[in-house]
């Protein structure tokens, strides 16, 4: 078994992740940032009541796509804490210069539909290749998948907004 604890078999691994399963991988990260986008599919599972106020600045969000248009998306945004259930915890920004995040609590994050179940099935097929590459347990695999599509999660997020960015000053 690897012992992934040291700097140089983490890099070893994350270096084997992006190139034994960059397809996969670019699959998910797809599949995520359009279900991340789709405020039907977030909106199916909101449990936090609007309107919303920013605790900080006083601003009011009447609706949840006033708070999700209204607000910055920040890295690992979206996360759960297994102690407290199966919600979710979507954190956004307040616009500037207050920055203040703010939360908002959705139920089980589970996705049934087909692109969801795709996305899980290219996981299982990622974690269970890692774990036969690197010879390492199944928790670890885990952790080394999420961690590497957490990370190209935020760049592609942080590229997207670049691009609007800069298409809008086009403009």
């Not at 990260?29 to 599972?45: D, E, M, P, T, Y």
């Not at 290219?122 to 952790?143: G, K, S, W």
């Not at 592609?156 to 298409?167: C, D, F, G, K, P």
């Amino acid at each position: 078994m690897s012992s992934l604890t040291d700097p140089k078999e983490a890099l070893k691994a994350q270096e084997l992740c992006l190139d034994t399963l960059r397809m996969e991988l670019d699959e998910i990260v797809h599949i995520s940032l359009n279900l991340s986008k789709s405020l039907g599919f977030l909106k199916s599972r909101l449990k936090t009541p609007f309107p919303r106020k920013c605790t900080k600045c006083a601003r009011i969000f009447e609706t949840f796509e006033d708070f999700y248009k209204d607000t910055s998306e920040i890295a690992r945004g979206t996360v759960n804490y297994p102690i407290l259930g199966n919600d979710f915890y979507l954190h956004r920004n307040c616009p500037s210069p207050c920055e203040t995040t703010l939360v908002v609590v959705f139920v089980d994050r589970r996705d049934d539909s087909l692109p969801g179940l795709r996305r899980r099935l290219l996981f299982e097929t990622c974690m269970n290749r890692l774990r036969q590459v690197l010879h390492i347990p199944r928790e670890q695999a885990r952790d080394i998948l999420l961690t590497e599509l957490a990370n190209q999660l935020t760049i592609r997020t942080y590229l997207e907004a670049e691009r609007e960015q800069q298409a809008a000053s086009d403009s």
